[in-house]
């Protein structure tokens, strides 16, 4: 009984050994661990919280702006103060898209460009929300295209440019490009619109921009 006793304590000789020896790295690592797993604890909470603030905020924002007739001066204000509060929270971004087409719908495009751009700040980045971001950069490349702002529009959807599944992003690419009179660049880009559409009435169109280049019809 004796024996089998310390044959058992002799198995675990070589593993006390490993802890005596490596016990300042274990215990860094485990004070890692208990740090890491505290933040993401108190990070969870904090994001709970600063959500459900923000959805207060966000509900008066969008009872104003939905309402028959907005007082516009409490729509930007209710809206500053989210986006000053929780300028990176889902509910900032909404409002943002929401007032931004607001201003488009009612003519006011300096105003909705300006909340379009700053959604695309907001947006930018890894860790953005992708739709948002291009919804608002597409927006914004319609609006600084038609103030004649050429080089702008195109640096707001360059990034879709190259690798863009969608049409439109080609379509407006070449529109904002003739408008350029780069004929050659514009029509490049009509022949990829042409490509990604399915339906026939966009190709129609595009097939319509391309003969007012005075060009051919790729086949």
């Known amino acids: 009984m004796d024996n089998n006793v310390y044959d058992n304590n002799m198995k675990f000789l070589p593993f006390l050994k490993f802890l005596e020896k490596n016990k300042r790295i274990i215990i860094s690592i485990l004070l890692i661990v208990v740090f890491v797993v505290s933040y993401k604890i108190i990070n ?18 969008y009872d104003e702006i939905s309402s028959e007739n907005p007082d516009y001066a409490l729509v930007e204000e209710t809206l500053n103060n989210l986006l000053n ?18 201003d488009a719908r009612n003519d006011n495009f300096e105003e909705s460009l300006n909340s379009f751009q700053k959604l695309v700040s907001i947006t930018d980045g890894s860790n953005g929300n992708k739709i948002y971001n291009k ?33 439109y992003i080609h379509e407006l690419t070449g529109d904002i490009l003739h408008k350029q009179n780069k004929t050659d660049l514009s029509l490049a880009q009509y022949n990829k619109a042409l490509e990604k559409y399915n339906d026939e009435t966009s190709k ?8 007012n280049l005075g060009k051919k019809v790729d086949k």
């Not at 603030?53 to 509900?59: L, N």
Request: charged content about 20%.
């Open 135 to 167: 919804i608002a950069r597409v927006s914004a490349a319609r609006i600084l295209a038609s103030e004649n702002k050429y080089d702008e529009a195109l640096d707001m959807i360059e990034k879709f440019t190259s690798e863009s599944t969608n049409g």
């Open 44 to 61: 969870n909470q904090l994001t709970k919280k600063n959500n459900a603030e923000a959805s207060i905020i966000y509900t008066s924002f």
């Open 85 to 102: 509060a929780y300028g990176s929270s889902g509910y900032a971004q909404i409002a943002l898209l929401k007032k931004a087409s607001l």
């Open 204 to 211: 129609s169109i595009i097939s319509m921009k391309i003969a």
